[in-house]
């Protein structure tokens, strides 16, 4: 907690990096984006960051990098109450300053909303946008992702569920349609793990970011079962592809 | 569910074994029960690989039953119909010494004598095989019998066929306790109801310690960890399953095969890798004792990253996509646990599988419903007894 303190107070001064990375996870693209040696993860690339914001000059590299979105920037220098949080932004649609969005938490519950004030486009290609927030003090640093468009703005939690329109592609590395994965979930599957098996709906590349939400709505539907008992994708490492040399400790 | 459930046979676990178990036994035209804790596959038999490899059998009655198995599968193909991505691709067994491949040679002679066709091939033999493996590999043996299957689709698929002729599936049905009056099997008690059955086949991996307390009798099962990376799908790269020499050792205990390094003997390390029909590749695997945590660790994924590209200096720029560590019912010797209990009737035992369940899968579920329905077997199951541990 030493180093989030420094780190909120540091903010005041203008933007830095809260850094909540613990997982004993195979990654470290963190290291390798920070240009000013603030994040070390070291030979053994399953350790956790060690970060030292006293080196951080918020350039945001490591932010638009973390495939965990495990790093934000926070900049509390505007004062009277208000904070900018800046947050990588993965999906396509248009986000422009000026605008509004919804600021999440860690669940992806809405917090409030808040006023869109900077877009950044990323320098590398793998590398998220990133867009920066202004929201009450209080709650910024509770800000783990926002929600842009204009439908969730009005009903964030019904937007999540994507229309269930037949021809539609629900898993985008495995090209199964809408109506396949209703026909994998009438199939009697208990639990999303086991549907996934043999669907092979997010068993690809994206590791099931994208179809997750939507192949646990089709099953709900289909056995009448709750959330909690389809449960949800067990996560295990990699969160993102990995190249196996890294992996073996070599560097690829 | 109704208030009184019965069943001729009811087979307890719904994985791979029970599942064959259960599509031998409907075959014959028996009443069938599979009874499922959880969800078909949610055991061992969903987190594995898919060798059906013959060369890396124990000698003797082990090797016998793989030879059989491996028989069976071609009309399994035919009559499922879930493709089960069955493929004869042959089994490539890498030698990283020259002792090693030695070993390998003596142990070819003694498989072929067994009537097994295995052939050694030297460093421009395997490149044949098997293009870019590391120069330091010194040849391999090969097994042209050796072959893979999609464990997930087999289960699944030998299931539903089972479900077609008649058979019952409980899924998310816990086996809570089994009533034996008078030395026999007469009801198992489950946390859906009660079935009256004076058959019951224990086929639930990892479980069956548990479901032997209920009948006080010690099925000695221990959860044997494997951890497997998963990398992205790309167009043919492996013709053959491909394992090292390091893996026949920390799989069967054999000393000549061992790793060198002691942390690769602690996690059981031992290189596999196949290219499933999806195009991923899977590659192997740890054999680790954790209890029943089957959650993957950075140690063995590094370790097995590294193990791999020794073998196959290419993988290295594939990306890892996933992880998954499965559980392996295994016994004291590594060896299935078939047949009868003594002093209760209708009890049987299959199970122990290790981490040749999905090989074995077919003849254990001919043998099994040969000895429920008939009392005996095709094949001599003696030295598979629960009672070689005594
Ligand atoms: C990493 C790894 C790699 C492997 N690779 C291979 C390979 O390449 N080739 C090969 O042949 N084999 C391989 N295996 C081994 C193979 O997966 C197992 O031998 C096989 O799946 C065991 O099948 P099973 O049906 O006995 O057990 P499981 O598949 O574990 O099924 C047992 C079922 O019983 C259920 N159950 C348990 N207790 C109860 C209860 N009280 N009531 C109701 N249900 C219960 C469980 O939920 C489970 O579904 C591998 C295993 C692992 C872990
Ligand atoms: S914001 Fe920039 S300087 Fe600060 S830790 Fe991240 S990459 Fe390093
Ligand atoms: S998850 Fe993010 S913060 Fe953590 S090690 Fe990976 S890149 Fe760094």
Redesign the interface.
């Known amino acids: 907690m030493e180093v989030m303190r420094e780190v909120w107070e540091m903010a005041a001064k203008g933007a830095v990096a809260v850094l909540v990375c613990r997982e004993q996870i195979p990654c470290n693209p963190c290291e390798e984006a920070c240009r000013r040696g603030a994040i070390v993860v070291g030979e053994d690339i399953c350790t956790p960051p060690r970060y030292d914001p006293s080196r951080c000059d918020g350039c945001g590299r490591c932010v638009a990098i973390c495939p965990g979105m495990a790093v934000v920037l926070l900049d509390r220098s505007p004062g009277g109450g208000r904070a900018r949080v800046t947050l990588p932004y993965e999906m396509r649609d248009a986000v422009e300053a000026g605008g509004e969005a919804w600021a999440l938490d860690a669940e992806g519950v809405p917090l409030g909303k808040g006023r869109i004030v900077r877009t950044a486009k990323a320098s590398r290609k793998d590398a998220a946008m990133l867009v920066t927030l202004e929201v009450p003090e209080e709650w910024s640093l509770k800000v783990k992702g926002l929600r842009v468009r204009v439908m969730s703005l009005e009903a964030p939690q019904e937007a999540e569920m994507p229309s269930r329109d037949e021809g539609r592609t629900v898993c985008r590395c495995e090209e199964i349609s809408c109506a396949e994965a209703q026909a994998y979930a009438a199939m009697g599957f208990r639990s999303l793990g086991a549907l996934r098996r043999y669907s092979r709906i997010g068993l690809g590349y994206c590791q099931g970011r994208f179809c997750q939400t939507m192949l646990a709505g089709e099953l709900q539907e289909a056995t009448s079962r709750t959330p909690e008992e389809v449960g949800t994708f067990r996560v295990r490492p990699p969160v993102r592809p990995v190249k196996l040399s890294r992996l073996g400790g070599e560097d690829g | 569910m109704a208030d009184v459930l019965s069943s001729e046979v009811v087979v307890i676990g719904g994985g791979v074994i029970g599942a064959a178990t259960a599509y031998f036994l409907c075959k014959e035209g028996a009443e069938v029960m599979i009874v499922e804790a ?5 055991g061992a038999s ?1 987190a594995c690989d898919g060798f059906v490899s013959l060369q890396t059998k124990q000698l003797g009655g082990h090797l016998e039953m793989a030879r059989e198995s491996s028989q069976l599968f071609p009309s399994i193909v035919e009559e499922l119909e879930v493709d089960i991505e069955y493929n004869r691709c042959g089994g490539l067994m890498l030698a990283r010494t020259a002792e090693q491949l030695k070993e390998l040679k003596a142990r070819a002679k003694k498989l072929k004598a067994a009537g097994l066709d295995v052939e050694t091939l030297s460093p421009s033999e395997l490149k044949e095989r098997l293009p870019d493996v590391d120069k330091n590999v010194k040849g391999a043996s090969f097994c042209a019998e050796d072959s893979q299957v999609n464990p ?2 087999l289960t ?1 698929g030998l299931a539903q066929r089972a479900q077609e002729m008649g058979a019952t599936i409980l ?2 049905c816990k086996v809570e306790n089994i009533v034996v009056t008078n030395n026999r099997v007469r009801e198992v008690d489950t946390s859906l109801g009660s079935i009256h059955s004076r058959r019951v086949v224990c086929a639930a991996g990892t479980g069956s310690n548990q479901i032997g307390k209920m009948i006080i009798v010690d099925i000695p099962i221990l959860p044997q960890r494997g951890q497997i ?5 790309r167009d043919r790269l492996l013709d053959h399953i491909v394992s090292g020499a390091e893996y026949l050792g920390t799989k069967a205990n054999l000393a000549e095969f061992m790793p060198e390094d002691e942390e690769a003997q602690k996690l059981g390390l031992g290189f596999t890798a196949e290219q499933t029909a ?1 195009g ?1 590749i899977l ?1 192997g695997s740890t054999r680790e004792f954790a209890g029943f945590d089957n959650n ?1 660790t ?2 063995a ?2 370790a ?3 193990n ?2 020794e073998f196959l200096p290419w ?10 560590a499965g559980l392996r019912p295994c016994s004291p010797d590594g060896m299935p646990i078939l047949g009868t209990v003594k002093g209760v009737k209708g009890f049987y035992i299959a199970t122990g599988h290790a981490g040749d369940g999905i090989c074995l899968a077919p003849i254990t579920g001919k043998l099994m419903s040969e000895l429920v329905l008939d009392g005996e077997t095709s094949m001599d199951i003696e030295p598979f007894s629960l009672y070689r541990f005594k």
């Open positions: 959880d969800d078909l596959s949610s969903g997930y689709k699944l899924k998310g990376l998963v990398t992205e799908s999806s991923n590659i993957t950075p140690d994924i590094n097995i990253a590294r791999a590209i993988i290295k720029d594939l990306d890892v996509i996933r992880s998954f």
